[in-house]
């Protein structure tokens, strides 16, 4: 059975940093295309970034430059470093896992607030 479990959510002031972290158990991790999505009340949830197995990358244009996602397949983690964190960041944030079959699995979720 696939789980994914998030962590590294929290209360952070503008300008500052956090470190998401997923892990995965039951799948062949690295062969799969890991992302970040995130959302607001209200609002579809969003691709933030995600991350091939052979690490290619893809990014919202407004995380660009802020954010880096980034693998490490001996862990079964894919992490997410967001920096120049905006109040507009805030959100409950996702971890994705794509299997090469085509399925879908999603985490529970870690809530990032960015406020003063």
């Known amino acids: 059975q696939v789980q994914l479990a998030e962590s590294g959510g929290g209360l952070v002031q503008p300008g500052g940093s956090l470190r998401l972290s997923c892990v995965a158990s039951?799948?062949?991790?690295?062969?799969?295309?890991m992302g970040w999505y995130r959302q607001t009340p209200g609002k579809q949830r969003e691709l933030v970034a995600s991350?091939?197995?052979?690490?290619?990358?893809t990014y919202a244009d407004s995380v660009k430059g802020r954010f880096t996602i980034s693998r490490d397949n001996a862990k079964n983690t894919v992490y997410l470093q967001m920096n120049s964190l905006k109040p507009d960041d805030t959100a409950v944030y996702y971890c994705?896992?794509?299997?090469?079959?085509?399925?879908?699995?999603w985490g529970q979720g870690t809530q990032v607030t960015v406020s003063s």
């Open positions: 039951g799948s062949r991790f690295s062969l799969n295309v």
């Open positions: 991350i091939t197995g052979g690490g290619s990358t």
């Open positions: 994705k896992m794509t299997t090469m079959g085509g399925w879908v699995y």
